[in-house]
């Protein structure tokens, strides 16, 4: 298991329902693939990450789970590149269907997109360039 900086700890997930809830309310949706990606800025100094893996695109839980483990894989790599933003993935119809590459590609160019794109998140950061 990961440790120290390559890890996902605590400090790095969005645990509490009112989290969820103020990201859901308050952030902007970006497209990103099988995935859609709420975004909501936090005053913690670091990002964090929240997962909502809808059992009507994915019915079996090895499904799921496979998608969170892509989703907290592809943050673990690009958090230290993220801005101060809290995170919620949600997941589109076909998403389970998606081969792994096709998913890590799809969150790669969103989290670069909003690394990049930092100060001014007026476009979408997880469209396609």
């Given at each position: 298991m990961?440790?120290?900086?390559?890890?996902f700890p605590r400090r790095a997930r969005l645990l509490r329902a009112e989290d969820f809830r103020r990201v859901f309310r308050s952030g902007r949706r970006y497209p990103a693939g099988p995935f859609t990606v709420i975004v909501a800025e936090n005053r913690l100094g670091h990002p964090r990450l929240g997962l909502a893996i809808a059992r009507r695109h994915a019915r079996r839980a090895t499904a799921r789970n496979?998608?969170?483990r892509v989703v907290r894989e592809s943050?673990?790599?690009a958090r230290n590149?993220?801005?101060a933003v809290d995170i919620?993935?949600?997941t589109r119809p076909g998403a389970a269907q998606v081969p792994n590459h096709r998913l890590f590609e799809a969150l790669g160019r969103c989290w670069h997109r909003l690394a990049r794109e930092a100060p001014a998140r007026r476009q979408n950061p997880c469209a396609r360039s």
């Open positions: 990961p440790r120290g900086e390559e890890g496979r998608l969170r943050f673990r790599r590149r993220l801005p919620v993935v949600t």
